[in-house]
Nanobody
């Protein structure tokens, strides 16, 4: 059983920053590609397709971002800690959402995945609220 736990969410004013963490209980974390998704307020994750925010390959060499967050968010991974991070800078009110982390064994190497249905393991999410 794989457990995925997100942390680091909170309340921040526009222009502020947060760092989200995603920790997974797997023995071979470096074999998993990881994605961050988000769901707007009032929408359950399964009720509507969550929006991919960022994704990173299992070897960490490749990553991708949604156009809406390019230049503001950064995804990174520390395999020694079984953790992937999402640095959120220059936050906007429209970034308000529940942020979910997901893992997939997929293809190892420099492949990342942006489809929510490509991921096998999900966390419970962490709330990010951006408001003045």
């Amino acid at each position: 059983q794989v457990h995925v736990v997100e942390s680091g969410g909170g309340f921040v004013q526009p222009g502020g920053s947060l760092r989200l963490s995603c920790a997974a209980s797997v023995r071979t974390f470096n074999r998993y590609a990881v994605g961050w998704f988000r769901q707007a307020p009032g929408k359950e994750r399964d009720a509507i397709v969550p929006e991919v925010v960022a994704a990173i390959s299992s070897n960490g060499d490749r990553s991708t971002y949604a156009d809406s967050v390019k230049g503001r968010f950064t995804i990174s991974r520390d395999d020694a800690k079984n953790t992937v991070y999402l640095q959120l800078n220059s936050l906007k009110p429209e970034d308000t959402a529940v942020y979910y982390c997901a893992l997939t064994p997929g293809r190892t190497g420099d492949y990342y995945y942006t489809g929510w249905n490509e991921y096998d393991y999900w966390g419970q999410g962490t709330q990010v609220t951006v408001s003045s």
